[in-house]
């Protein structure tokens, strides 16, 4: 198994090597936000604000107005639940080019609570001006930032940091979802760390004998992607979505919204995070808790459909990837 380590720190030295107007922002997290080698290399463009988020959030909208594109990188559920406020009237309400680069993201962190960002989709969604983005493997985080910086607004990246798959060879665009798998009965929409338990599945569905169509969606506002839209109209038994945030408000409530302005009638299973807090434990451990792994996604669906699906744990492990995906640099579960 090939797993790739700090992308996201390599990526942004070399990414902003030419691009003299960003600039790096701290919450003191710095190391677990893989930013250190970016302090290094170029110590002008750094600064560590500290655990002082609202003054974080005031500070990049003042340098924004004078010409920067600041990067903020802290936890998500820093960047969200503590300066909304200021994030709201100190860059979104004048459309700022700042850049929020949200780690951690979901019950990706054995933190509990005080620390699992759930609801931070459903959060940055409702702000005007805001571009939401999530990422899913190492091929999106080299990618992430270009879309980010081509916006010219507010951004707010769902960030995966330390070892990253490699699921795809073709870099993300915005508002344009990726196709794994064509078919018509089912459609899955997945993002972040699901798509990689969503394609096992897909693989398991189709070997079952339904036809499926998965789409892995990196941007979650704006919403009106033409090819999930197409997608949406032509599924003729359910639409699944899974994700690592709370059913209220992230993708699937992305997803029920556009269905409601198609007025497709297909049924609609959103899988995620229910209205509840998550709690301490193993990213492993909460995802087969909340059913966002491949066993819980295949559960759920059979249980929608009224069929039970059958499977193993060899199935699981050996499922076939689309060519879009890198085969050899899945992760096991």
């Known amino acids: 198994m090939i797993l790739e380590e700090q992308v996201h720190s390599r990526n942004i030295v070399t990414w902003a090597k030419d691009k003299e107007n960003v600039v790096v922002l701290s919450a003191d997290l710095t190391g677990s936000t893989e930013i250190t080698e ?9 600064f560590n604000l500290g655990m002082a988020e609202q003054n974080l959030l005031s500070w990049a909208g003042g340098m924004a107005r004078e010409g920067f594109v600041p990067l903020l990188h802290t936890f998500s559920v820093f960047l969200v639940r503590r300066p909304y406020d200021q994030l709201a009237m100190s860059v979104c309400y004048p459309n700022l080019p700042v850049i929020l680069v949200g780690f951690l993201p979901g019950i990706m962190t054995p933190g509990g609570v005080s620390h699992q960002a759930i609801e931070d989709i459903s959060l940055m969604r409702g702000l005007p001006n805001m571009t939401v983005l999530e990422v899913g493997d190492a091929t999106d985080i080299e990618g992430v930032l270009d879309v980010a910086y081509e916006a010219r607004g507010p951004v707010y990246i769902r960030m995966l940091r330390g070892s990253t798959p490699r699921l ?3 870099k993300i665009k915005l508002n344009t979802a990726r196709t794994l798998r064509e078919g018509d009965e089912l459609t899955i929409l997945s993002s972040g760390i699901c798509t990689e338990p969503a394609i096992r599945a897909a693989d398991i569905l189709t070997k079952y004998g339904l036809s499926v169509r998965h789409l892995h969606v990196s941007t979650l506002k704006p919403f009106n992607d033409p090819t999930i839209d197409i997608a949406l109209r032509d599924t003729k038994r359910l639409v699944v979505t899974v994700e690592n945030h709370s059913v209220i408000g992230g993708l699937g409530a992305a997803v029920s919204e556009r269905i409601g302005v198609l ?7 959103r899988i995620g995070i229910p209205d509840s807090f998550g709690f301490g434990a193993s ?3 909460l995802m087969h808790h909340f059913g966002i792994d491949t066993p819980g996604i295949l559960n759920q669906i059979g249980e929608a459909i009224g069929e039970r699906i059958p499977f193993t744990e060899d199935q699981i492990l050996t499922a076939e990837m689309p060519e879009i995906v890198a085969k050899d640099q899945l992760e096991a579960l």
């Open 38 to 46: 970016f302090q290094k290399t170029y110590p002008d463009r750094f």
């Open 168 to 170: 795809f060879s073709e």
């Open 263 to 269: 007025g497709n009638i297909t049924q609609h299973l």
């Open 283 to 285: 990213a492993p451990y």
